[in-house]
Nanobody, 122 residues
Framework: QVQLVESGGGLVQAGGSLRLSCAASGRTFSSYALGWFRQAPGKEREFVSAISWSGAFTYYADSVKGRFTISRDNAKRLVYLQMNSLKPEDTAVYYC???????????????WGQGTQVTVSS
């Protein structure tokens, strides 16, 4: 079992940056792919990015490619999402998730954090 806790969300102006962190606990942390998803009011949960257990492979949604960077530190049991050049449409609750494979579908992830709010103003 994996427990995930996100932090780092907040208010930022368009064009600004935030770094989200997700702290993980559990014996099998390093064996999981980790992903970030987001959900805006009235919308379905949307894939943002994912990273393999080794950190060697990453995957990004087209909407964030070139602006966001995912990374993980297995020794510290942390996964990060560096968000640059933020846009108002990035406003959402951001969730980290752990799953067996790197995939864009939320159904492929077994464990979820509680979410952290990111609000980008115009």
């Amino acid at each position: 079992q994996v427990q995930l806790v996100e932090s780092g969300g907040g208010l930022v102006q368009a064009g600004g940056s935030l770094r989200l962190s997700c702290a993980a606990s559990g014996r099998t942390f390093s064996s999981y792919a980790l992903g970030w998803f987001r959900q805006a009011p009235g919308k379905e949960r949307e894939f943002v990015s994912a990273i393999s257990w080794s950190g060697a492979f990453t995957y990004y949604a087209d909407s964030v490619k070139g602006r966001f960077t995912i990374s993980r530190d297995n020794a510290k049991r942390l996964v990060y999402l560096q968000m640059n050049s933020l846009k108002p449409e990035d406003t959402a609750v951001y969730y980290c998730a752990a799953g067996e494979v790197v995939a864009p579908s939320p159904i492929r992830y077994d464990y979820w954090g509680q979410g952290t709010q990111v609000t980008v103003s115009s």
